[in-house]
């Protein structure tokens, strides 16, 4: 579990390029945390193109996705369980 983590932060440090250099850091603050929390909500059940929609709150695709680690242009519950995962993780230093 914990190298499936790890898998995902390092992962994560390339894909959401959006605003945060740390998967799950949506506002790229440095931070996991409740804002970040604020923000996948807001935009939750939004798809690529509609009101709410965050490019940085779509952190992963679905498990059934061709690859389930790129963002696949909606926010749902894998986005939200990522970020579940690595709430209150540091995120490593930026490049
Ligand atoms: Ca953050
Ligand atoms: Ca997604």
Do not use: E, K
């Amino acid at each position: 579990m914990l190298a499936i983590l790890f898998c995902l932060v390092n992962v994560g440090g390339f894909v959401n390029v959006m605003g945060a250099h740390c998967i799950g850091d949506i506002n790229g603050d440095g931070y996991r945390d409740r804002y970040d929390y604020g923000l996948l909500a807001l935009a939750y059940g939004s798809v690529m193109g509609s009101p709410r929609w965050n490019p940085a709150a779509d952190l992963v695709g679905d498990p059934t996705d061709f690859d389930p680690y790129l963002p696949d242009g909606d926010v749902d519950r894998y986005d939200f369980g990522v970020l579940a995962q690595v709430y209150g993780v540091p995120c490593p230093p930026p490049p």
